[in-house]
Every structure is written in C-alpha cells, then in structure tokens.
C-alpha cells in the first residue's frame, strides 16, 4: 500500500508538470493569436474613420455590430498640435480622457501615435461598472495618409478571451482530477472496475442530474440578477401550497390504484395458467406507449360532457370528467403500466421453493399467498408504488387538459414557466415537488433494508406454484379483460380518427389524413426514432451497472449517489428540459441544438425505472451466487455479463422497453430541446392536436404505436432468455 501511494503521489506530480507547462504553453499562443488578431481588428477599423467630424457620431453607432462590446473616442488635433476629444460613442468615455490625459498611460500612447505607430495599453483598464476593457490607441491619418490629424482610443471588453482562458485553465484541473483519480482507483482499489464504475456514476449524476438542477436552484434565488427570497416567498403563497397538497393527494391515490391493478395483470400473467398472456401483456402496456395527452383526448372524447359514450350512447347530463376523478382515471390508465412491469419482473423472477413446502405441509394456497408469495414481492410493491407516485407528480399533460378547477403543482410550474416566462418561478415551485418525493424514498429504503427477501440462493428453481383457485381466476379474468375492454376502446378512438375529417364535428369517412400526416411528419418520425434508438441501450446498461452498484457495493457516498439518480423523476419534466438549456448552452458542454442533448435526457429521466427495477430484482439473489464465480476467478466483468445480467434479464428487458417507449413519448422536457434538424414525433403530435387537427395527430400516434410494438419484438429476439427465467406452473 505505501508502494502505491508513492508511485500515485510521483505519477501525479509528473502529471501536475505536465499540464502546468502545456497550459502555460497554450495560453501564451492564445494570447499572442487574441492581441494579433485583436489589433489587426482595431487597425483596420480605424481606416474607416470618416473625413467630415459631422459622421462622426453616425460612425460610433455602427461599431459595437463590427467589433462585439467595443467602444470608441475620437481625438482631434488643434493647430498646438495637442489632442481634444471630437466624438465619443460613451460619455464614460470623455470622462476617462478628462482625469487620466495627463496619466503615463497616455502619455506614451499619444508620444507612439505622433509616430504613427498604434499602441496597445499594457494593462486592461475600467469605466465604472464595465468589464475589464483592453485600450488600442491608433492614429487617424489625414488625407495625404502620411500624416496624422488625429487619433482614436478603442476600447474592447476581454470577457470572452479570459473565459477561453479560465476554460484552459479548469480543463487542466479536471483532467489532472481524473488522471490522479483513474491512477489511484488502479493502484489502490481491491476491484479496479467497480472503483471506475462508483467514479463514472458520479460522474454522469453530477453533470447530468446535480450540476442542472443547481442551475435551476441558483435560478429560484435570483431576482433580476441579484440574490433575492423574493421567488421563494411568492412560491410558498398559500395558493401554491394546496396545490402542492393537490399534488400529493393526487399521486397518493394514483400510486396506489395503479400499483394493485399492475399486481393483479402481473400475477394473472405470470402465476396463473391464464391464456393469452402475451396479448395480455402488449395490451397492457400499450397505455404508456402513446402520448399522454392522445389518451386524456380518448377519454374526453369518449367520456367528457358531449362523449360519445356519456352524451350520444348513454344520454348523461351533467357529468363532468374534469377534475380529481377524471385525473385519476386517466393517470391510473396511464401509469398502471409501470407498476405491472415492474412487478412482473419480480413474479417471474421468484423462487416457488418456500410455496412448494408451503403447499407440502398443508397449507392452504391463500394462506401461502398471504404469508410467502406477498412479503416477497413487498420490495417490488414499494418500488412500483414509489414510481408511479414520482411519476405523478411530475406529470404535467393529463392536469393540463383534465384538472379543471383541481390545481396541481405540476400544471402550476408549467404555467409559470411557459406562460409568465419566470424561469425562477418555475424552479421554485418543481423544486417543492422533491418533498414529497424524496419522504417517499427514503421511507420505501428504511423499511426494505430492515427486511431480508432472498429467494433465489442457488440455481433458480423451474417451477411456479399455481396459488389461484378456478373461481379467483375467474375473477381475476373478468377485472383484467375488462380493463382491456377499456384499453382498446380508448386506442379505437385514436385508430379511427385517423379515418375521419374532424372528430366530433364531420365523421365522413377519408384516407387524406394518412397521406398528410405521413408526409408532414417524416422528419419528426425519423429523428425520434434514431434518438430513442440510440438512448435504449445506452439507460438499459446504466440502469442495471447503477442497480449493482447501490445493492450489492458498499463505498463512501453510496446514499448521495442514489438519491442523485433517482431525483429525474421527482422534477417536472419542463424544468428539466429548462435546466438542460441553462447548462449546457454554454462550455464547456456546449450541447444544446443536438442530438447529444436529447439523447442525454432520455437516458437520465428514464434511468429511475431502470434502476428500482434492477434493485428489485436484485435483492431476490443471494450474493452467493457472484461471491462463487468470483472464487472460480472469475472477474467483476465477467461476473456482471455470465451471472448478474443473465439473472436480471427480466428487468434489464423492462428497463430498455420502458426507455424506448418512453423516449417515443416523451414531451415536457425534450419540447424545450429539439431544433430544427432534430425534432420529435410527440411534438408535431401535440401540434396538430393543438390546432383541432385530430386526424392528423391520430395516423401520428398510431404510427408511433405501431413502431413502439416493433421495437419491442426485435428486444424480445436481441436480449435473448437463455432459461433462467422461464418457469411453468404446477398444479
């Protein structure tokens, strides 16, 4: 260990020497290529000095255009051949001339001018509250062009030379940091790739999650550009406060309808000898696979105060969809899809050992179900409950159209943000919304690591024992194929109104739609594609290294850095997509307008599914199992690939559907991120549903679903199941 340290100390200093001298290096080439270029700038600029003082003034105005944060003093000679000011494009200016004339300064630039020699001030100077200022004095020729009749004081503000300057500088720092951190992980950790994947996870939870938000935060605590409570005050205001309470009870209720109907579809599909599971399972999943703001039109169009349903079938007066109940409604539809996948992946990953004594010694099937089969899907239960609440209480798209007079914080930061233009504002009242979410975690977290719920010790078992009697599947089968019944209606009403002029209006019967809507969203369906493309394996693989990391590794730090990566989902997604634009429209990750930007957003909103999926399952194999190949020589690499992955496939797939589909679908973050060369489907969606062209927005949509469900077969034959997970049911 103190051989290492040694080698680590002299690698550092020979890397500290480097970088010092390659910096001082770069900097003195810069600033020599800044003063030439600068200089030749100036010097050419002064030519154009006009002949008649009477353009003199005329002739200032047009220099801040041709040199950025320039300003300028004219000076003309008298017949004493001493120097008056003529013109000046700031009256700061003709002050400075007034008490520093006389200064050495001047001095020596007017001796170089009667010269004809320009003269550059050795040192950068002020004027009240301007930035620090570089000072070029050139004469100002006479007619001949062999002799002065003047001379001219250019001023130039240095900002953007000394942050090139400081980005040199702090990109010397950072890659010492990493050099000095890569070198000692190497040489003094006992598990050099675990070291690296700790340091590289807080690496991306610090620039992509902590660095944005402190952006935003910063932002919640400036008022025109000063430190200021004052946005603060007007967040905590008694109104935005029952919104937020709006909020939680909202996300409460929610969460907690959701995540038992996704418990019943999971353990229909995957604990009873139920058939047709696999239409099942694409039904039930297709409500997270369109936009949400298609649904929530669904439902209005089906049950709102003139639907189809409530009004022309049912002839119902006085029935309103708007409101807690209607929010409710389509939240739970919308998100109940989170809980069934989470939780069938704990099902199907579930060692049916303890049930098969269980059943041996007697006991009755509710009984085992009671005491066996729910304590151990616990984990899943809270993981699955925490998401849809998170999920909840960022959604903005569903309260948008459905809240009514029901205030919620999610449309209240929206609004803020998008409609008063206060970016501060927006901050404050997104940044109330971690509250609640952050209790939630850490309450699931306290009483999951109080519980032990291993079941898989050795190789899984490849039996599931059938818990469901005839008359509890017949009862299970009529709530879960009723609900399908409820799914395709909705996603009937969006497959027909491709098919139809104006929906609600003019059903005739058309196929323009098709053609317009195709050849209006080319561009759109193309770029979203190649960008969710990019991001599915991407959070797929982070998702499932990040879960091995916070289960299975114990380090410095561990709570901070699960915190960190599970914060995307507590932000309102139109904070996060301001929070990108304040970050990264600047160096040193000058990002924004790419398709980097985008592809980076994806990852991170989506990696919280990910990861407590991941983490769910985890906790279900006993660490047994990679502490036995590690004896066998086998390293963390090869233990992750040939033992982990393969164990956690059910999640790892859940994880990369969930990415896909929800980069197909997104909408509050990446409509502040998209540009004209990268531009996403859910937004011409939203564009044409925005102006009444629901035709339009339904061909958009059922493209978008058509794709979503190709993707997921082509998942399905990649991430290939090599029978650790495939079980049959015994009777």
């Not at 270029?37 to 200032?60: C, F, G, I, M, Q």
Request: with cysteine.
């Amino acid at each position: 260990m103190k051989k290492n340290l040694i080698k680590l100390l002299i690698a550092a200093l020979v890397f500290a020497g480097c970088a010092v001298w390659m910096t001082i290096a770069l900097l003195k080439s810069f600033r020599s290529y800044h003063a030439d270029k600068t200089l030749a700038e100036v010097t050419l600029w002064a030519r154009t000095v006009p002949k008649d003082s009477a353009y003199y003034e005329e002739w200032l105005s047009a220099l801040p255009e041709q040199i950025k944060g320039g300003m300028a003093l004219i000076l003309e000679l008298d017949e004493e051949w001493n120097f008056h000011p003529a013109a000046a494009s700031n009256l700061l200016l003709k002050q400075y001339w007034e008490t520093e004339q006389e200064s050495e300064l001047f001095q020596k630039a007017l001796e170089s001018i009667y010269y004809l020699v320009p003269y550059t001030a050795p040192e950068t100077i002020r004027l009240g509250n301007e930035q620090a200022l570089q000072a070029y004095f050139l004469p100002v020729l006479d007619e001949s062009g062999f002799d002065i009749k003047g001379a001219l004081l250019i001023l130039i503000q240095t900002g953007q030379a000394l942050e090139f300057e400081r980005l040199l500088i702090n990109l010397a720092l950072v890659a010492w940091v990493v050099f000095v951190t890569c070198r000692g992980v190497a040489l003094l950790a006992r598990d050099p790739l675990t070291g690296y994947s700790v340091i590289g996870l807080f690496f991306i939870a610090g620039a992509f999650i902590a660095y944005p938000l402190f952006e935003a935060f910063r932002l919640s605590f400036t008022d025109a550009g000063r430190f200021s409570l004052a946005v603060w005050q007007r967040a905590l205001s008694a109104e935005h406060l029952m919104a937020l309470w709006g909020s939680i009870k909202l996300g409460i209720i929610t969460a907690s309808v959701s995540t038992v109907i996704g418990f019943i579809f999971a353990f229909f599909t995957e604990r009873t000898g139920a058939r047709g599971k696999k239409l099942i399972g694409t039904l039930a999943t297709m409500p997270v696979i369109s936009p949400p703001f298609s649904l929530t039109l669904s439902i209005i169009l089906l049950f709102g105060n003139n639907g189809l349903i409530t009004h022309q079938l049912l002839g119902l007066e006085h029935v309103s969809i708007y409101g807690l109940g209607g929010l409710v409604l389509v939240q739970t539809i919308s998100m109940f899809p989170i809980a069934y996948m989470t939780l069938a992946s704990v099902l199907r990953s579930l060692d049916s050992t303890i049930e098969d004594a269980a059943l041996d010694l007697s006991a009755s099937r509710l009984r085992t179900f009671c005491t066996i089969t729910l304590p151990l899907a616990v984990p899943g239960l809270l993981s699955a409950w925490l998401l849809v609440f998170t999920t909840s209480l960022a959604d903005f798209a569903n309260p948008l159209l459905l809240a009514g007079s029901y205030r919620v914080l999610s449309v209240e930061t929206y609004i803020e943000v998008t409609g008063r233009n206060n970016l501060g504002g927006g901050a404050a009242l997104s940044l109330l919304l971690l509250m609640p979410t952050l209790t939630a975690f850490f309450a699931q977290r306290s009483w999951v690591n109080k519980k032990s719920v291993i079941t898989i010790t050795g190789k899984p078992s490849t039996q599931l024992a059938e818990l469901a009697t005839k008359p509890v599947r017949f009862v299970l089968a009529v709530f879960v194929w009723t609900c399908m019944v409820l799914i395709v209606a909705l996603y009937s009403t969006i497959v027909a109104g491709c098919f139809v002029k104006n929906w609600g209006i003019d059903y005739t019967f058309t196929l323009s739609n098709i053609a317009e809507a195709l050849s209006r969203g080319k561009q759109a369906i193309t770029s979203t594609v190649i960008l969710a493309a990019a991001a599915t394996p991407l959070a797929g693989l982070l998702a499932m290294i990040a879960a091995v990391i916070i289960v299975r590794r114990t380090f410095i730090g561990k709570r901070v850095l699960e915190v960190l990566l599970m914060t995307p989902f507590a932000v309102p997604g139109t904070l996060f997509g301001i929070a990108y634009i304040l970050a990264f429209n600047k160096p040193p990750l000058l990002i924004v307008g790419t398709a980097a930007i985008i592809v980076i957003n994806f990852v991170i909103r989506e990696l919280p599914v990910g990861l407590e999926t991941g983490a769910a399952s985890l906790r279900q194999i006993d660490p047994a199992i990679e502490e036995a190949a590690q004896d066998l020589g086998a390293d963390s690499s090869i233990v992750f690939t040939s033992v982990v992955l393969p164990l956690i496939r059910p999640a790892f797939l859940t994880s990369m559907s969930y990415t896909f589909v929800r980069s197909m679908t997104a909408v509050s973050a990446v409509i502040f991120l998209i540009s004209a060369h990268w531009y996403h489907l859910t937004i011409q969606i939203y564009n044409f549903s925005e102006n009444l062209r629901f035709g339009l927005a339904s061909v958009l949509s059922t493209v978008l679903i058509i794709i979503v469900l190709a993707a997921f077969g082509i998942m399905q034959r990649i991430v290939k199941d090599k029978g650790l997970t495939v079980k049959q049911l015994s009777r």
